[in-house]
């Protein structure tokens, strides 16, 4: 089963870090990332 992740943080190099991280991941999927909770 993979689990689809969305990253929210207002750091641009923080986004791009966990989503690298997480995509490393074959269970994980990052579906989409945002700058905060309201274009979440």
């Known amino acids: 089963m993979v689990v689809k992740v969305l990253v929210v943080d207002d750091s641009g190099f923080f986004r791009r ?4 991280i997480l995509s490393a991941d074959t269970s994980i999927q990052v579906v989409g990332t945002a700058t905060n909770g309201k274009e979440a």
């Open 17 to 20: 870090r966990v989503s690298e």
